[in-house]
Structures are given as C-alpha cells and as structure tokens.
C-alpha cells in the first residue's frame, strides 16, 4: 500500500489538475453581453490584478446567463473561465452528489449520520442569527440536516461530514461528468494535518464563475442529475442565510437561490435570479477581502440587473 499511495496522489493531482475552460455548445456566446459587463467591472475598479498574498495576483472570474423562454440561453462573462479558489461556494458540488445518491438509494434524507472528529471544526457560527448549535463529536443527526446546515449557513463541520459520506471520488466523478474538470472538491475544511491519506498534499480546490454559472443553469432548468435532484438544490439554494452580497443589489421581491463563499482575500456570491420579469444566473467570484467586497457586490448586482431588464 507504501508503494501505491504516492502513485494515487500524482493521480489526483494530475487529474485534478485539468481545468475545462470550454463554454459548452448549448449556450450562445455574447460578446456584446460580456462587453457590457466588462465595462461594469471597469466601473467598479474591478478589472485588474488583485494582490492575494503569497498567492500572488488574482482576477474577477464573473459570468452571466440570461434566460429566456423558447430561446438560447446566452452567456457572457469577464474572465469567466478563470479559476479562483471557491471558498464555501463549492459545498454546492458536494450537496449536489449527496442527494444523487439519495436519489439511487443509497441512503435517505432521513438517515442518520454520527459526527466524527476532526470534522467537527467550527468554533462560531457562521451566522449569528442562526439558532442552531455548532455540531460536535458524537452528535447524531439526518442526512437532510447536514445540508441544511452546509447550504444555508455554510457550515464547515456539516460540509466536511458530507464529503465523507458522498466520497470525493463520487462527487469528482459527477464534477467530470458535466465537464467541469479544475473543479474537483480536493479539500475538506479542515487544516491538511487532519486530512485523509492521500488527500493531505493535494491542490486546493478551486473552481470558475463558468463552471459554477453551468452549474446553477443545469439546477435552473432540471438538469443537474435529474429533476428531483435539481429541485431538491434550488430549495437549499433558496434558504441561504448570507443575504450580505449580491443579495443587496437586487430588487426585494426577486428570488435569489445561491451560495456565497469567503475567506481571506476571496468573497464570492453565485446563483440562479427570477422575479417572474428576469430569469437569469450570475455568478461572481472576487479576489478581495469581505470589507472591500460587499460595496462591489451591492453595486454589481444592481447593475447586472438594470442590464439584464432592457434585453
């Protein structure tokens, strides 16, 4: 088994390490929509370079679908096909192959899960609001539960739980299915000494406002696994807690199902809008620390907004 591990690892890494940039066929590419948006990003001082530490320099990965009945649905973006370390925003891939399995069988949204350390990392909670207890070892909870808990208040210790019970092998397995290679779920959210063999040296994960905007327009229109499965997310979607970015740009009355993710330098916000006027999917992921951030999302959202009710 010594002499397999390292070879698993070059695997993973390999494989992982292939990142689909392909805007897939069945979306009409507008280059006059991500002119428009380019300009906004220019606007908002957000078409440059931004430091992230000892990372370096990073770009905005932003990317918009416009839906219209009975028409191609149209894409635009400014660096849409850049990947950028996701945050939380990639516990949607994660609950997305859970409740694929729910769908085959394998266990139900009422089955129950016994927490484990380490994965029982959270200290705070993420949103203050949020009654719930932050989960410890030994706690017996649903399935259901537990992505409740990761979707709607991004809860790092529920997000780790589930990555054990899909497997990352499962959920990269759906992530390649729809083309979305360079956004494989690498990590767990917790420090790499608590990793698991073969996972404690690997890339972090990362994703692109492409693969994410692909995403959420598969769940848009029932096609993320099957209906049930998409529904099943959109409701998730639609209970998120962190109404702090793109969700103070839009109207009150516009339903917004989507997941936000920061960290550090990164602060991100994806989802699916419709108010029974626009039907639309953006997707932003921003290289700026949270204080910066907000006032860029807020302003961001009203714009791409105003822009997606004059088409």
């Not at 070879?7 to 940039?21: G, K, N, P, V, Y």
């Not at 220019?42 to 770009?59: A, C, P, W, Y």
């Not at 099943?232 to 209970?239: E, H, S, V």
Request: aromatic share 10%.
């Amino acid at each position: 088994m010594k002499t397999l591990l390292p070879l698993f690892i070059f695997f993973c890494i390999t494989t992982a390490a292939q990142q689909s940039t392909s805007i897939p066929s069945y979306y009409k590419t507008d280059n006059a929509l991500s002119e428009k948006l380019n300009t906004i990003a220019g606007e908002l001082e957000l078409d440059r370079n931004f430091s992230v530490g000892e990372d370096g320099t990073e770009q905005i990965s932003l990317a918009v679908i416009q839906l219209k009945e009975s028409e191609q649905p149209r894409i635009g973006g400014v660096h849409m096909e850049n990947f950028i370390y996701p945050a939380s925003v990639y516990k949607m891939y994660v609950a997305a192959e859970v409740l694929r399995q729910v769908s085959e069988g394998k266990y139900a949204l009422d089955s129950l899960y016994v927490v484990r350390s380490p994965n029982d990392v959270d200290t705070a909670r993420e949103v203050l609001s949020d009654p719930r207890p932050l989960l410890h070892d030994g706690d017996t909870v649903t399935v259901n539960y537990l992505l409740d808990l990761m979707i709607s208040r991004s809860d790092n210790s529920a997000a780790n739980c589930l990555i054990d019970l899909a497997r990352r092998k499962n959920i990269n397995a759906l992530m390649h299915q729809y083309h979305w290679q360079g956004s494989e779920v690498t990590r767990k959210f917790l420090k790499r000494e608590f990793e698991d063999p073969g996972y404690k040296d690997i890339r972090g994960t990362e994703t692109s406002a492409l693969h994410a905007a692909d995403f959420f327009y598969r769940i848009a229109t029932d096609r993320l696994v099957n209906p049930w499965v998409s529904m099943q997310l959109k409701t998730l979607l639609g209970r998120q807690l962190d109404n702090t970015k793109l969700s103070q740009g839009l109207p009150h009355n516009t339903m917004f199902y989507h997941k936000t993710g920061w960290w550090s330098y990164w602060t991100h916000d994806a989802g699916i809008v419709k108010d029974g006027k626009v039907h639309y999917i953006l997707a932003c992921f921003l290289p700026l620390k949270e204080e910066q951030a907000l006032p860029k999302f807020r302003l961001l959202a009203e714009k791409v907004d105003a822009l997606m009710r004059k088409d």
